[in-house]
T-cell receptor
């Protein structure tokens, strides 16, 4: 019952920008979009999150469309160490709180 | 640097054994979580705790229990391990806050039940 849709895999060349798309057409008005990544044999790592405005931090940029039905995670200069599974997540109500549902994500391969 | 530490990276146990998986965080977080990750099934929430001595069932609590006696430590217990509990187990923590879903994960424990 994940609320997001991502392509199963992508690749890009080292040094180029990696643009990872995500559809979240049923997102409600006050829900944030979260991005995590999981490098092989490690736990998931938080990257960035946003509500309406575009966000940037030391790891990535997040572009959210005006209608909030989709977003794109941008790794401006991908390196080999960015090879990982990237998860786009919208939290869902659960009991009196919320939970994150990690779907299958996008497997990004950065080529030398 | 913030840290979530899981006591074992790899663990091999026999069917029927009682198994303890330990997790410690040094960020003074109120909330702690146990997930398991299996190929094709993603991460599934087993149990979580939002305070000391408090626990809530996740999506797949059957066959598991948890203990949170101290704020920094959250233990997952397999009362009688079975082969279908062979999996990667991930512990996570986060602070309390509206719209805060910034989870910090440990490196995981790969458990094999023979």
């Amino acid at each position: 019952d994940a609320k997001t849709t991502q392509p199963p895999s992508m690749d890009c060349a080292e040094g180029r920008a990696a643009n990872l798309p995500c559809n979240h057409s049923t997102i409600s008005g006050n829900e944030y979009v979260y991005w995590y990544r999981q490098i092989h044999s490690q736990g998931p790592q938080y990257i960035i999150h946003g509500l309406k405005n575009n966000e940037t931090n030391e790891m990535a940029s997040l572009i959210i469309t005006e209608d909030r039905k989709s977003s794109t995670l941008i790794l401006p200069h991908a390196t080999l160490r960015d090879t990982a599974v990237y998860y786009c997540i919208v939290r869902v109500p659960w009991d009196s709180s919320y939970k994150l549902i990690f779907g299958s994500g996008t497997r990004l391969l950065v080529r030398p | 640097d913030v840290k979530v530490t899981q006591s074992s990276r790899y663990l091999v146990k026999r069917t029927g054994e009682k198994v303890f998986l330990e997790c410690v965080q040094d960020m003074d977080h109120e909330n702690m979580f146990w997930y398991r990750q299996d190929p094709g099934l993603g991460l599934r929430l087993i149990y979580f705790s939002y305070d000391v001595k408090m626990k809530e069932k996740g999506d797949i609590p059957e066959g598991y229990s948890v203990s949170r006696e101290k704020k920094e430590r959250f233990s997952l217990i397999l009362e009688s391990a079975s082969t279908n509990q062979t999996s990667m187990y991930l512990c996570a923590s986060k602070s309390t806050g509206r719209s805060n879903e910034k989870l910090f994960f440990g490196s995981g424990t790969q458990l094999s039940v023979l």
